[in-house]
Nanobody, 125 residues
Framework: QVQLAESEGGLVEAGGSLRLTCAVS????????LGWFRQAPGKNREFVAS????????LYRDSVKGRFTISRDNAKNTLYLQMSSLQPLDTAAYYC??????????????????WGQGTQVTVSS
């Protein structure tokens, strides 16, 4: 059974930092590209960042470039999202996801097969 479990998010002040983790089990971790998505209240879920199976290729949405860093540890089956210079607009539920069949489309939801339950990140102004 495949499981993706995000760490607890939290409340942080604007300008602060937070690291999310996603523990993955039930699949061959290194064969999957991974991603982070987020969904703010009343909005559609949107792509945040993705990373290839080897970790050598990363993608970010423009609004988080230079502030967020995605990484993975294939020995620990864990995905990370380091978030810095957080802004109120970053407030959302954050989801990790894993996929294997559409590596050239890692920026879209349908490219992912498995999803975590989500964790709330709230940035206060």
């Amino acid at each position: 059974q495949v499981q993706l479990a995000e760490s607890e998010g939290g409340l942080v002040e604007a300008g602060g930092s937070l690291r999310l983790t996603c523990a993955v089990s039930g699949l061959t971790f290194s064969r999957y590209y991974l991603g982070w998505f987020r969904q703010a209240p009343g909005k559609n879920r949107e792509f945040v960042a993705s990373i290839s199976g080897s970790g050598s290729n990363v993608l970010y949405r423009d609004s988080v470039k230079g502030r967020f860093t995605i990484s993975r540890d294939n020995a620990k089956n864990t995905l990370y999202l380091q978030m810095s210079s957080l802004q109120p607009l970053d407030t959302a539920a954050y989801y990790c996801a894993a996929g294997t069949n559409r590596p050239l489309q890692r920026g879209i939801e349908s490219a992912y097969d498995y999803w975590g339950q989500g964790t709330q990140v709230t940035v206060s102004s």
